[in-house]
């Protein structure tokens, strides 16, 4: 079974574009959360969709958005990109509702310039 | 305000010996707690999950204590391999909320 995969793996960007990552949940997984992961800071939530609607969000500005698609596929978009975006950016599904473990892709470095 | 503490960011244990990773939390409404494994240019990887109805959980080599009261749940890792070797994370959410809250990892390095 495939896991979870994210593209792009890496990409660079300088202030003020805007970026937007891609996350394939596992087959079958209809729930995907987003994750930042910083030095400084380091795991936190982003935010969470299920069934194509977000279900929790984390304390990030309104910059940082997201989307589900009807096949669980889900991207986040961040726009007027900042130093301090720069981050490993980690997608994870679980199957459903509940609590649960989450299963993590391996991530997109974005490193803002 | 860290609802999630890992106060020791580095552990360094004998092969074969126990290792003993702590995770402290804050937030009194968080009921599951899980523990991840984390190599460099991976994502996290489950290793362990508890319900705040149970003080103890076993997997293996990896066994999962809670202690409500004083808001604090252990992994132990018994025997401990170099394999073991990464960053752990302990977790916590709440009330069903797939929002996981992350502690700042414990570097655990297990020397041969």
């Known amino acids: 079974k495939a896991g979870v995969t994210q593209t792009p793996r890496y990409l660079i960007k300088t202030r003020g574009q805007q970026v937007t990552l891609s996350c394939s949940p596992i087959?079958?997984?209809?729930?995907v959360s987003w994750y930042q992961q910083t030095p400084g800071q380091g795991l936190q939530f982003l935010f969470e969709?299920?069934?194509?609607?977000?279900?929790n969000k984390g304390n990030f500005p309104g910059r940082f958005s997201g989307r589900q698609f009807s096949n669980s596929r889900s991207e986040m978009n961040v726009s007027t990109l900042e130093l301090g975006d720069s981050a490993l950016y980690l997608c994870a599904s679980t199957p459903g509702q509940g609590t649960g473990e989450l299963f993590f892709g391996e991530g997109s470095r974005l490193t803002v310039l | 305000d860290q609802q999630v503490k890992q106060n020791s960011p580095s552990l360094s244990v004998q092969e074969g010996r126990i290792s003993i990773l702590n995770c402290d939390y804050t937030n009194s409404m968080f009921d599951y707690f899980l523990w991840y494994k984390k190599y460099p240019a991976e994502g996290p990887t489950f290793l362990i999950s508890?319900?705040?109805?149970?003080d103890k959980n076993e997997d293996g080599r990896f066994t999962v204590f809670l202690n409500k009261s004083a808001k604090h749940l252990s992994l132990h890792i018994v025997p401990s391999q170099p394999g073991d070797s990464a960053v752990y994370f302990c977790?916590?959410?709440?009330?069903?909320?797939?929002?996981?809250?992350f502690g700042s990892g414990t570097r655990l390095q297990v020397q041969p």
């Open positions: 087959s079958g997984h209809r729930s």
């Open positions: 969709y299920f069934s194509e609607t977000q279900r």
């Open positions: 977790a916590a959410s709440a009330m069903g909320r797939r929002a996981l809250t």
């Open positions: 508890i319900s705040s109805i149970k």
